[in-house]
């Protein structure tokens, strides 16, 4: 028996498991390290490859990542299967021709055990093998569940997220026009509903964000659709009220504050996908565009301040608008 290859079988099928269920089942725990990283390798080269302007293609970057994920956990159990039943040459024989396979030939036993009724032709010999097999069924039995039902938890959060971009790229397409469309002359009017709504949405996507960090890499082929546009939008906006309106203007600062917590929940979401914040810091909104609008403001300075003070969540959000491939909304 080789022992180096059973261990190495071991760790392998091991470790296969751990990604698949690290990432699938720990809602708190982000990718697995291996599987974020791959991920992350994907969506890189995808952008090297197609170009970060090119969104129409990189929109497949989200169904890629999925399947090449899948397809990682698979191959890495497979191989540590194969490794395995590779240590002892009596491991499995063909009834037939009384020959022993190869390691191609185990490969095509583990693959046939796992994902179908049937041993391939081969039959494992001795209780030991034949009860390794039935493990070797039942864990791709498993598998094939989990990913099914991955996929199908990812997909209905893609759609939340689409949502929630379309939301807030509907009113409008910078922090100044949002600011300048909710204005009605006297105050923001209505507009505590919408943050309250935009609010419980932002929300319940940041879970799942955290729970299914792959989410991170479906992009948007058009702008509106995009999720990182939307969350730089909303964030500047919430701030221009927030620094460059006076008090007696604001809209409850409950949900002011609220709204503005909800976005930082979401963007400590972006670790799990090594999403690192930007080196550089995105344009100040322009004050005198809100000013020139009828919108009643503080002094530039004073405004600018502020902002600065702020400077390291907006590079984080920056980082996330420059990793999705986007360009900052700016008024136009």
């Not at 190869?102 to 032709?121: A, C, H, P």
């Amino acid at each position: 028996m080789n022992f180096f290859y059973m261990f190495g079988g071991i760790v392998s099928v091991i470790w296969g498991f751990v990604e698949s269920l690290w990432t699938t089942l720990w809602v708190d725990g982000t990718s697995a390290p291996l599987t974020g990283r791959v991920t992350t390798f994907i969506w890189k080269s995808m952008q090297g490859v197609f170009g970060k302007r090119n969104h129409k293609l990189l929109s497949l970057s989200g169904p890629v990542i999925l399947i090449a994920t899948i397809s990682f956990w698979i191959v890495m159990i497979i191989i540590g299967w194969s490794l395995i039943f590779y240590t002892a040459t009596d491991a499995i024989q063909n009834p037939t021709t009384k020959s022993y396979p190869d390691f191609v030939g185990r490969l095509w036993y583990i693959t046939y055990v796992m994902f179908s009724v049937g041993n391939g032709d081969f039959t494992p010999q001795g209780n030991a093998w034949q009860l390794l097999s039935a493990v070797v069924a039942f864990g791709g039995m498993a598998l094939v569940t989990l990913a099914v039902t991955y996929i199908l938890q990812v997909l209905s959060a893609v759609t939340v997220k689409r949502s929630f971009a379309s939301q807030v790229t509907s009113i409008a397409k910078s922090p100044e026009e949002f600011v300048v469309t909710q204005w009605t002359g006297n105050d923001f009017g209505d507009i505590e509903l919408q943050l309250s709504h935009l609010s419980t949405t932002l929300s319940n996507l940041s879970e799942k964000h955290m729970a299914y960090p792959i989410l991170h890499y479906y992009h948007a082929a058009k702008s509106e659709k995009a999720n990182a546009v939307a969350l730089a939008i909303l964030d500047d906006a919430l701030m221009a009220i927030k620094y460059g309106v006076p008090e007696e203007y604001h809209p409850s600062g409950t949900i002011l504050k609220s709204t503005r917590s909800t976005v930082q929940t979401f963007l400590n979401t972006l670790s799990g996908a090594y999403i690192e914040p930007s080196n550089d810091t995105p344009p100040v909104p322009d004050l005198s565009f809100i000013k020139k609008c009828g919108v009643p403001t503080v002094a530039e300075e004073e405004f600018r301040k502020k902002f600065e003070e702020k400077k390291q969540r907006r590079k984080t959000v920056y980082g996330y608008l420059r990793n999705s491939a986007w360009k900052w909304p700016v008024v136009q």
